[in-house]
């Protein structure tokens, strides 16, 4: 078939609008998921979120309407594609994405940070797939589903997700009452500690490198009020760990 053949007779003009609408309409599910993830600064944005979504529902709709010319009027195959399976193409994009995915979940501090990402990223790719494939009001759905579910786990968090983790360091230059001082302290913010580190000097410091876990992040006020409250301590620093 040659490309003025094709452009005439494969598709009409409602139904290229139709797939235009059906990209545009990707885009829109991918960018509402990615907004959430953009706000908790993670690596998977809006942007990822629109490209993954777009990329599947343009995918879909290569795997099902694509190929439509390998196949003649009576319904029979044409010559050198007998076997063709368009739907290969869309089914691609699962493992596919899994590659992408992979590449947010990371070990950080001694926690695995990126799942909810990766899961996210995966989510995003069926989305478009949907869409693709012409089930709107289901893409749709979907989209007002995990975007209220996101808000709300986040919002009111359970389990493991209600914890947050920071990096808690100090220096000092005497542990012979700090280590009591920092267990009261602990006990005082409720934290757990999850990885600790404590690493003598030969000028007779002390460094202590601590990852806490708590229902809320350690703020710069809380660290400072032990700071003042403790005259051995050289130096703190409190990274909240994302």
């Known amino acids: 078939m040659t490309m003025i053949q094709y452009l005439h007779s494969q598709f009409a003009p409602v139904q290229i609008l139709d797939f235009a609408g059906r990209l545009l309409l990707a885009c829109l599910c991918g960018a509402a998921i990615g907004y959430e993830r953009s706000k908790r600064f993670k690596e998977a944005g809006i942007r990822t979120h629109i490209i993954v979504c777009c990329a599947s529902a343009l995918f879909m709709l290569v795997s099902k309407y694509g190929l439509a010319d390998?196949?003649?009027?009576?319904?029979?195959?044409?010559?050198?594609?007998?076997?063709?399976?368009?739907?290969?193409?869309?089914?691609q994009v699962v493992s596919g994405i899994s590659f992408l995915c992979a590449g947010v979940i990371?070990?950080?501090?001694?926690?695995?940070?990126?799942l909810t990402t990766a899961a996210g990223l995966w989510f995003t790719a069926g989305l478009g797939l949907a869409i693709g494939s012409g089930m709107i009001?289901?893409?749709?759905?979907?989209?007002?589903?995990?975007?209220?579910?996101?808000?709300?786990?986040?919002r009111y968090a359970v389990g493991a997700d209600a914890y947050a983790a920071n990096r808690i360091q100090f220096t000092v230059k005497s542990d012979t009452d700090f280590h009591e001082a920092l267990l009261r302290q602990?006990?005082?913010?409720?934290?757990q500690v999850a990885e600790s580190k404590i690493a003598r000097r030969r000028d007779g410091t002390t460094d202590y490198d601590l990852i806490l876990r708590r229902r809320t992040e350690i703020s710069?006020?809380?660290?400072?009020?032990?700071?003042d409250?403790?005259?051995e301590i050289l130096s703190a620093s409190n990274s909240p760990i994302r």
């Open 70 to 91: 390998m196949v003649t009027a009576d319904g029979a195959f044409s010559f050198g594609t007998h076997g063709t399976d368009p739907a290969r193409v869309a089914a």
């Open 106 to 114: 990371f070990k950080n501090e001694g926690l695995v940070k990126g």
């Open 137 to 154: 009001f289901l893409g749709i759905i979907a989209t007002v589903l995990i975007s209220a579910i996101q808000y709300f786990m986040h």
């Open 186 to 191: 602990l006990e005082q913010w409720n934290a």
């Open 220 to 227: 710069y006020g809380e660290l400072k009020a032990f700071m």
């Open 229 to 231: 409250s403790r005259s």
